[in-house]
């Protein structure tokens, strides 16, 4: 599964240190993959999941239903924590990391 309208372009520019108290799609952890790619974390009321960017576009990796409310819920927590950990190559990306990498455009 390949995502878009405003779920691929949540993943491709939203920060996860400026997106707001209440964003439609909460960007979670975003960090390098040991297969080389970057993925990240999301969530939002009807889906929450795990994308990793591709040369063109974000393959759903994990997807769970989300609980249908816009509240924020610990993104780190449960099956989606477990599964970005065991993807991750090292530590998630920090603010500036995360930054610098939506401004090369994933690459």
Not at 36 to 55: K, P
Not at 88 to 95: F, I, K, L, P, R
């Amino acid at each position: 599964l390949v995502a878009s309208g405003k779920l691929a372009h949540a993943l491709h520019t939203q920060l996860a240190s400026t997106q707001g108290a209440n964003p439609e799609i909460r960007i979670g952890t975003s960090f390098a993959a040991k297969d080389g790619g970057y993925c990240r974390t999301f969530e939002s009321a009807s889906l929450d999941g795990i994308a990793c960017y591709t040369d063109k576009d974000w393959q759903l990796r994990q997807t769970l239903s989300g609980d249908g409310t816009s509240e924020y819920r610990q993104a780190s927590s449960g099956a989606l924590a477990e599964t970005a950990a065991a993807m991750m190559e090292g530590e998630a990306m920090d603010s500036a990391a995360e930054k610098a990498t939506v401004e090369k455009g994933w690459r």
